[in-house]
């Protein structure tokens, strides 16, 4: 089992920045891939990035040049900036571990206009 524990949301104004951190703990030997995913109020939660063991990323389109993902060992940290009002959404954690993916309970982040 592998634990998934979120921090750094919260309310920021349009072009303000954020920094949420995921500490892994538990079975994080063979942790695999970490990352980001999304939701937002009304719609299907979504990529934002992922990093490998490797420090191989990916990002979504949308956040490509605002956002930074990066890692240290088994915490995972996600830069937000020039954060728009169509970043809110709750952001969610997660891990890959010898094929079974693990989710955090997510943290909120708003972004007001």
């Known amino acids: 089992q592998v634990q998934l524990v979120e921090s750094g949301g919260g309310l920021v104004q349009a072009g303000g920045s954020l920094r949420l951190s995921c500490a892994a703990s538990?079975?994080?030997?063979?942790?695999?891939?970490m990352g980001w995913y999304r939701q937002a109020p009304g719609k299907q939660r979504e990529l934002v990035a992922t990093?490998?063991?490797?420090?191989i990323t990916n990002y979504a389109d949308s956040v490509k040049g605002r956002f930074t993902i990066s890692r240290a060992k088994n915490t995972v940290y996600l830069q937000m900036n020039s954060l728009k009002p169509e970043d809110t959404a709750v952001y969610y954690c997660?891990?890959?571990?010898?094929?079974?993916?693990?989710w955090g309970q997510g943290t909120q982040v708003t972004v007001s206009s």
């Open positions: 538990g079975s994080i030997f063979s942790i695999n891939a």
């Open positions: 997660t891990a890959d571990r010898l094929g079974y993916g693990y």
């Open positions: 990093i490998t063991s490797t420090s």
